[in-house]
């Protein structure tokens, strides 16, 4: 099992950025593809970016490519998720998710999941 906590979160004017970072410990970092998705209230929990175990390829939903960077530090066991140009309707809960399998934005293929970090973006 992979332990995962999210940090960075906050609020932040519309136009603004934010970086998350996804801590894991409890399993090889480098085996774990990583994804970050979010949940607004009153919405299903949505993908946001993945990436493979070496970083060598990401995958983002439509509504932040362009704006959101995934990245990872294999050697810090570091997930990224650098947010920019933030719109309101970025506002949920932010997950980071630890999957042994391929890159996907399928939720149920990822096995562990952190607890959550609030971003807020106001107008």
């Not at 940090?7 to 998350?20: H, K, P």
């Amino acid at each position: 099992q992979v332990q995962l906590v999210e940090s960075g979160g906050g609020l932040v004017q519309a136009g603004g950025s934010l970086r998350l970072s996804c801590a894991a410990s409890g399993r090889t970092f480098s085996t774990l593809t990583m994804g970050w998705f979010r949940q607004a209230p009153g919405e299903e929990r949505e993908f946001v970016a993945g990436t493979t175990r070496s970083g060598g390829s990401t995958l983002y939903s439509d509504s932040v490519k362009g704006r959101f960077t995934i990245s990872r530090d294999n050697a810090k066991n570091t997930a990224y998720l650098q947010m920019n140009s933030l719109k309101p309707e970025d506002t949920a809960v932010y997950y980071c998710a630890a999957s042994r399998s391929y890159l996907s934005g399928r939720g149920n293929l990822y096995d562990d999941w952190g607890q959550g970090t609030q971003v807020t973006v106001s107008s």
